[in-house]
C-alpha cells in the first residue's frame, strides 16, 4: 500500500516561513491535498490539488508536488496557525481507490 | 450553511454494532460523493470509507472491510455507517466528510464535528 511520511514535528518563530514535507513515491504523479486540525475540532481543507486554496483560507498558506516530496509552506506564520497538519492521497494501485493520509506534523509556534 | 453533523456514537462491547448517521445541509447532497474518516485517540486520520453520489461505488479500507456497510439515502439528505464486529481498536472520533469533485482524485472540503465511538467491555 501507498505510503506518506511526514516529519512529526516542525518549530518556528511568529513571521518566519514554515515548511511541512509529505513523502511519497513518485508522489508528484498524484494530487496532493493538505488538512489542518486543531486540538478538538475537525480538520479544515487549506490546500487542494497541490497547490490551490478555498476560499477563505489566508494566501499565506501555499503547496507545490515535484517528484517524491510534496510541500506545504506558511509564510508569516501566526501563533493561530499551530495545529497538525496532514496531507492526502488518493491511490489507485490496487484493485479500488484507497483514500492515504500521511501521519501528520504537528507545528509549533515557538 | 454548509454542514455535516454526525450522531450514533456512543460505548459498545466488542462484537457489539452501532450505527452512525450524518445529516447533510446546505447543499445538494446527491451530488457529492461522502466519506468516513475517523481519528483514534491521540493519532492521525484513517480513511474508513467511500460511497459516489448514486451509490453506484463503494470502497472500504482493509481494516474494516467485511465488518462496516456505508450507505446513503439521497432523499433525506443522509449518511450512514453500519458497525458491526466492533473491536477495540475501532475506537475513535468517526468523522463524516464531503468529497469536493471527482470521486477517486479530490479533497475532503466539509467535514462534521465528529461522533466518539468507544469498544470495551
Known amino acids: 500500500s501507498y505510503v506518506l511520511t511526514q516529519p512529526p514535528s516542525v518549530s518556528v518563530a511568529p513571521g518566519q516561513t514554515a515548511r511541512i514535507t509529505c513523502g511519497g513515491n513518485?508522489?508528484?504523479?498524484?494530487?496532493v491535498h493538505w488538512y489542518q486540525q486543531k486540538p478538538g475540532q475537525a480538520p479544515v481543507l487549506v490546500v487542494y490539488?497541490?497547490?490551490d486554496r478555498p476560499s477563505g483560507i489566508p494566501e499565506r498558506f501555499s503547496g507545490s508536488n515535484s517528484g517524491n516530496t510534496a510541500t506545504l509552506t506558511i509564510s508569516r506564520v501566526e501563533a493561530g496557525d499551530e495545529a497538525d497538519y496532514y496531507c492526502?492521497?488518493?491511490?489507485?494501485?490496487?484493485?479500488?481507490?484507497?483514500?492515504?493520509f500521511g501521519g501528520g506534523t504537528k507545528l509549533t509556534v515557538l | 450553511e454548509v454542514q455535516l453533523v454526525e450522531s450514533g456514537g456512543g460505548l459498545v462491547k466488542p462484537g457489539g454494532s452501532l450505527r452512525l448517521s450524518c445529516a447533510a445541509s446546505?447543499?445538494?447532497?446527491?451530488?457529492?460523493?461522502m466519506n468516513w474518516v475517523r481519528q483514534a485517540p491521540g493519532k492521525g486520520l484513517e480513511w474508513v470509507s467511500s460511497?459516489?453520489?448514486?451509490?453506484?461505488?463503494?470502497y472500504y479500507a482493509d481494516s474494516v472491510k467485511g465488518r462496516f456497510t456505508i450507505s446513503r439515502d439521497n432523499a433525506k439528505n443522509s449518511l450512514y455507517l453500519q458497525m458491526n464486529s466492533l473491536r477495540a481498536e475501532d475506537t475513535a472520533v468517526y468523522y463524516c466528510?464531503?468529497?469536493?469533485?471527482?470521486?477517486?482524485?479530490?479533497?475532503?472540503?466539509?467535514w462534521g464535528q465528529g461522533t466518539m465511538v468507544t469498544v470495551s467491555s
Open positions: 460511497i459516489s453520489s448514486s451509490s453506484s461505488y463503494i
Open positions: 492526502q492521497v488518493w491511490d489507485s494501485s490496487s484493485d479500488h481507490p484507497d483514500v492515504v
Open positions: 490539488d497541490d497547490s
Open positions: 466528510a464531503r468529497e469536493r469533485g471527482i470521486t477517486g482524485t479530490s479533497a475532503f472540503d466539509i
Open positions: 446546505g447543499f445538494t447532497f446527491s451530488s457529492y460523493s
Open positions: 513518485n508522489i508528484g504523479s498524484k494530487s
